[in-house]
């Protein structure tokens, strides 16, 4: 904006009363919203006496809910401000926002939503207005997240002089139209749209007026050469995003087809789609659903730099645990987390979790060269058991347990099961997952005949709760599968010391 120009502006905004809101296809876009109006000032040598007369009986006509009403301006339709004459047209509406501030907004999802809401309702607006309604970004108001257009007849572009005036304007021309050639098959409404979707990707060029139009009748406003887009390097990997820029891109290009209605709601669908998918579990649990694991840890792992999350943190490091078998990975991913938010407790149970299937970790010690990382492991299980709030402590015992015979610390481990397998005097049997957890800490501890005892009473419950229904059959079968593995063992155990 030009030092003129501000100062014509400041002097608008201060004798309207109103902030200037941007540049419109016609006209610039003034906002009042605790006075219910928004100003459209054309320069009055761009509009014509039929053209005048035109917006006179835009004031009388029925209104709808898509359209901002136009309504007579008190102090006249025509001023002068500073150096040059307007012709004023006004709005009523107590909209504070634009589609342009949303255009602003540094969340991507935002933008992307504000944009699709102006497609789906587009086509009521060119059933209104008529086949040459093109809109900019500031004509159109939000009202709450409703777009509503602050309508003008369908005059076509406006002069050149306009266009170079403000540059905004030649960014969303058609290549058609940047090359004085009528439109074709193509809708210059929707191509200056789709130029307004892209515009939540990318920046627009901030190339001189004449380096603009030349990108514009080329179709390649957003082509290279170009600045970093305006999306963090993690969503351009989103295939949602990836598939709605190509969509758009076809859209603006310089082959564009006729796009009827039903098209128009796929695009609209297509962006939602991106929208949703910008929000990093999302795109996460999408991969994973994908059956695409290392890619979702990958992505979780990008993602952090933008936006570090404790929900990302425990989901990535799930994915590492369960679909890739890497509980270090997880592990690492869990300890971020605790430093995220250590009041939070998901943490400290996944960490339990994961120490507890020790097998799996203890795989990849063995090649270790001393057992440093393995205290510092114990040391993680202990000081993540301690944080759990007493009612949770008794939930993850076992994989508690787990941890102490996984490092062999069989007395600490049989008096750490025997306390939390009792309720006061009271044997939890039902617990079987603590009651084999004891057993083993007799089997390691060479007590046989204890390590048999617990196993008869796992035997007994499982009966039980089989015959009553008290458990899942699945459960049932599981901790079946872990009895007949530990009889097993024991009986090894009988026969290795009955032949010594």
Excluded at 377 to 391: D, S
Excluded at 462 to 468: G, K, M, Q
Aim: hydrophobic share 45%.
């Amino acid at each position: 904006m030009t030092t003129a120009v501000g100062d014509r502006t400041r002097v608008i905004e201060e004798e309207l009363g109103a902030e200037y809101a941007g540049a419109g296809w016609w006209g610039s876009l003034y906002r009042a919203p605790r006075r219910r109006r928004w100003y459209r000032l054309i320069p009055v040598e761009e509009v014509s006496g039929e053209q005048r007369a035109e917006l006179l009986a835009w004031q009388t006509r029925p209104r709808r809910p898509d359209l901002v009403p136009v309504v007579r301006e008190e102090r006249g339709e025509q001023r002068q401000f500073a150096d040059r004459w307007f012709q004023i047209v006004s709005y009523e509406t107590d909209a504070g926002r634009s589609l342009s501030d949303a255009l602003a907004e540094h969340e991507p999802a935002y933008r992307i939503a504000s944009v699709a809401a102006a497609l789906r309702a587009f086509p009521g607006w060119r059933e209104a207005i008529g086949a040459g309604l093109v809109a900019l970004p500031a004509d159109i108001v939000l009202a709450g997240h409703r777009p509503l257009l602050l309508p003008l007849p369908a005059w076509g572009a406006p002069s050149l002089a306009e266009f170079f005036a403000e540059p905004e304007r030649i960014a969303h021309l058609t290549p058609e139209g940047a090359r004085g050639l009528p439109a074709g098959a193509r809708d210059p409404g929707l191509h200056s749209l789709g130029v307004t979707a892209l515009r939540c990707f990318e920046a627009l060029p901030d190339d001189d007026p004449e380096r603009l139009l030349q990108r514009a009748a080329c179709a390649a406003v957003f082509a290279p050469p170009r600045r970093e887009g305006r999306l963090a390097s993690w969503m351009r990997r989103v295939e949602p995003v990836r598939a709605v820029r190509e969509e758009l891109g076809a859209l603006t290009g310089p082959r564009a087809a006729t796009l009827d209605d039903t098209a128009v709601r796929q695009l609209t669908d297509s962006l939602d789609r991106a929208r949703r998918a910008m929000d990093p579990l999302t795109a996460v649990r999408s991969l994973r659903d994908a059956g695409e694991a290392r890619r979702a840890v990958g992505l979780a792992h990008a993602a952090l730099v933008d936006r570090p999350g404790y929900a990302l943190l425990l989901l990535a490091a799930e994915i590492a645990h369960q679909d890739l078998g890497e509980p270090l990975e997880a592990l690492s991913l869990l300890e971020r987390a605790v430093q995220t938010d250590p009041e939070r407790t998901e943490a400290y149970a996944a960490q339990l979790s994961v120490i507890g299937g020790w097998s799996a970790v203890q795989v990849r010690l063995a090649g270790a060269t001393d057992d440093s990382y393995a205290q510092r492991l114990r040391a993680t299980a202990r000081a993540a058991f301690g944080r759990l709030p007493h009612e949770l402590r008794r939930e993850h015992a076992h994989e508690m347990a787990s941890c102490l015979l996984g490092q062999g610390e069989l007395a600490e481990a049989n008096a750490f099961v025997h306390q939390w397998l009792h309720d006061g005097d009271t044997l939890m049997w039902w617990r079987f997952d603590l009651m084999l957890d004891y057993g083993e800490t007799f089997l390691g501890l060479g007590h046989l005949d204890a390590a048999a005892q617990i196993s008869e009473q796992v035997r007994a419950g499982l009966r039980r709760v089989r015959e009553n229904g008290q458990m899942d059959r699945g459960a049932i079968h599981e901790h079946g599968m872990r009895l007949a593995d530990f009889d097993l063992r024991l009986h090894g155990a009988r026969d290795g010391k009955a032949r010594a």
